[in-house]
């Protein structure tokens, strides 16, 4: 059984940086090809992918393309997403997937409860 826990979340001001984290129960999660996600969900909005990470590779949305960064450490089973530069539209739950392709929110199998993030102007 895969299980995914956030945290980091929290309140910040424009321009603040905030580090998300997420712990991995898995076997899993200690292969460097796994694909995983952050994506978010604002309030009246859909789910939205924001950073992908897997196979090697990393890619983000446009919308925090230079402001976020998505990294894992496999021996701690843990994914981050360190967000700098941030904007009241970077307000939204969220939340840590896994095995799904790319920044695609219906393909990801697996994910997390979610974290809050709030970012006042």
């Known amino acids: 059984q895969v299980q995914l826990v956030e945290s980091g979340g929290g309140s910040v001001q424009t321009g603040g940086s905030l580090t998300l984290s997420c712990v991995g129960f898995g076997d899993t999660f200690s292969r460097r090809d796994y694909h995983m996600a952050w994506l978010r969900q604002a309030p009246g909005k859909g789910r939205e992918g924001v950073a992908y990470?897997?196979?090697?590779?990393?890619d983000y949305s446009d919308s925090v393309k230079g402001r976020f960064t998505i990294s894992r450490d496999t021996a701690k089973k843990t994914l981050y997403l360190h967000m700098a530069s941030l904007k009241p539209e970077d307000s939204a739950d969220y939340f840590c997937a896994a095995d799904g392709v790319a920044l695609s929110p219906s393909t990801y199998k697996y994910w997390g409860p979610g974290t809050q993030v709030t970012v006042s102007s």
């Open positions: 990470i897997g196979d090697g590779n990393t």
